[in-house]
């Protein structure tokens, strides 16, 4: 279905892609992963024809459909339905066609044939599965996108092509807009999908779930391994372990036989054979043996103050905007040590709720008390997006907090990888990654004691994650959490919220047991 063969590819004089070769064929549910910036998005515009390769071969095999995700995100007033219809370009010609010949039996056979085979009948049905899947009832699927959220406009684009049903699906980081919720039903989708598809994700969990090869991109290459994420880390870490023994021994093999030239290389009787063994030691062969991309750790500073007991309680609140309340009656508190992950469906108030325990959303009933002592780091998506991309880091942050001399910027800065001129580059330069941990770097200025974090995975590799992770668990802050990351929240969270029905209620159980409600549920 899809060959590419020897792809290279190059911006701005540095490499990206060296002699990539890679084959698609049958039903292959495939995972592409790699550091951010290796190239992994640059390789799906390739094959999808938005750059051109310096060299190589690309094979499409013909009347085979190769989709993704549009950027641009619908608009205007087409409904969800209409537009995922609309997207259906093939059902959509031959639909022409049978306008346009309804006086020719013989060819109004064959195109009906062939709506039959890509189900052009069941469109309707097949697009309100689609919507429903992604969090879309019989309403919301007949509503005007342009009344939705970016983050539901961006679901309806990722509707599109999976209702398209392609012969390969190329999805790049398909959950960030996804609440966990949605994303299981993507899951599932995905593990029965009967063509092929290939993923970007730093979501482990959800790489184990959906695929069975995985492509590691390193170094400009593509290597293939089968099997799932965690068959893919132990095949590859047992691979580097056995190069580096098999180097050990070569490299001893050499020093012994460099020992022998050295010594009789000047001896008449003995210098034939130095020369043998010089010739021995110039064939011999190391592994290659992948050096590990430096990770950038995560480096919260201490809490100016460690607090005790309660530091925040809310009492009989009720949350809304204007005239629409969102939540009510809720009480509860956060303790010192909590770690708290916060979920339900998209739309339900978790953001909301965030907003209020962060005290940027005044309740519109109850009381809300907190700790005199208590300060608050709120990462949020809208920081992201709001980043002056005309300063540099060091700017940004001089401009934050302008009481800072030079030292204490750059001791800042450098907690989160910004180091030497890296300070000084512009934002717009940096990568997503980079300016995740900027973010991260200005709302732990004041040294915050409770840290609430609305999505903060979005933009960081598996590596980051990691690196999040243990500096989580170290931090001697509270934290509450909004994420679709199963294994993020598996490993960092000790009690659920879920916010559901306008209400937040603490859940007697764990990430996995709330997912198995949920998905009994749907059924």
């Known amino acids: 279905m899809l060959a590419l063969q020897n792809i290279n590819f190059s911006i701005a004089g540095r490499q990206i892609l060296d002699g990539v070769d890679l084959q698609v064929s049958g039903r292959q549910h495939i995972g592409l992963v790699g550091r951010n910036g290796s190239g992994k998005s640059t390789l799906f515009k390739i094959i999808l024809g938005e750059l051109e390769q310096d060299s190589g071969k690309i094979q499409i095999e013909n009347g085979k459909l190769i989709l993704a995700v549009k950027q641009e995100m619908p608009d205007g007033e087409v409904t969800p339905r209409e537009f995922l219809l609309s997207n259906d370009l093939r059902r959509e010609k031959l639909m022409r066609q049978l306008e346009e010949n309804a006086d020719n039996p013989e060819l109004l056979a064959e195109i009906y044939d062939r709506l039959i085979n890509i189900k052009a009948f069941e469109a309707e049905s097949r697009a309100a599965i689609v919507l429903r899947g992604l969090g879309f009832d019989e309403e919301a ?17 990722l509707g599109a092509i999976l209702y398209c049903e392609p012969d390969l699906l190329l999805l790049d980081e398909p959950t960030n807009h996804l609440d966990l919720e949605t994303s299981d039903w993507l899951k599932d989708f995905l593990g029965a999908y009967q063509k092929s598809f290939i993923l970007i994700s730093h979501d482990r969990d959800f790489l184990n779930d959906t695929t069975d090869a995985i492509l590691h991109l390193k170094n ?22 056995n190069a580096e023994e098999y180097n050990a021994k070569m490299e001893a093999r050499r020093r012994h036989a460099m020992a022998f030239v050295e010594r009789f290389k000047a001896k008449a009787t003995k210098a034939r054979q130095a020369q043998s063994r010089l010739k021995a030691i110039e064939k011999m062969k190391f592994l290659p043996i992948d050096q590990d991309d430096p990770t950038v750790a995560f480096n919260f500073p201490e809490p100016s103050y460690i607090l005790s007991s309660d530091i925040l309680s809310y009492d009989r609140i009720s949350l809304g905007y204007e005239d629409k309340v969102v939540l009510k009656n809720i009480s509860g508190s956060i303790m010192a040590d909590d770690r708290i992950a916060i979920v339900g ?30 300060k608050i780091g709120f990462y949020r998506q809208d920081l992201f997006e709001k980043l002056d991309i005309t300063k540099s880091p060091y700017d940004f942050l001089r401009e934050m907090m302008p009481s800072f001399i030079d030292k204490q910027i750059r001791s800042h800065l450098g907690r989160f990888g910004f180091s030497g001129d890296r300070v000084f580059q512009l ?8 300016r995740a941990r900027l973010v991260f770097a200005t709302l732990t200025l004041e040294a915050p004691n409770l840290l609430i974090l609305d999505e903060p995975t979005n933009h960081l590799d598996i590596e980051m994650r990691e690196s999040l992770i243990s500096t989580l668990t170290s931090y001697k802050g509270a934290v509450i959490l909004i994420t679709h990351d199963r294994n993020f929240l598996n490993r960092t969270a000790n009690s659920i919220f879920v916010v559901a029905n306008g209400s937040v209620k603490q859940f007697n159980g764990d990430v996995n047991q709330y997912e198995k409600i949920v998905l009994s549920e749907k059924q």
């Open 141 to 157: 699927q007949n509503t005007p996108v342009c009344s939705f959220s970016g983050g539901f406009r961006m679901r309806v684009a």
């Open 220 to 241: 400009k290459k593509i290597t293939r391994y089968g099997g799932n994420f965690d068959t893919f880390i132990d095949v590859y870490s047992l691979k580097q372990k």
């Open 345 to 374: 469906a998209n739309g339900n108030g978790k953001t909301t709720f965030a907003k209020f325990l962060a005290g940027e959303l005044r309740q519109k009933k109850g009381t809300r008390d907190a700790n005199s002592k208590l």
């Open 427 to 434: 934002i717009r330069e940096l990568s997503g990654g980079e």
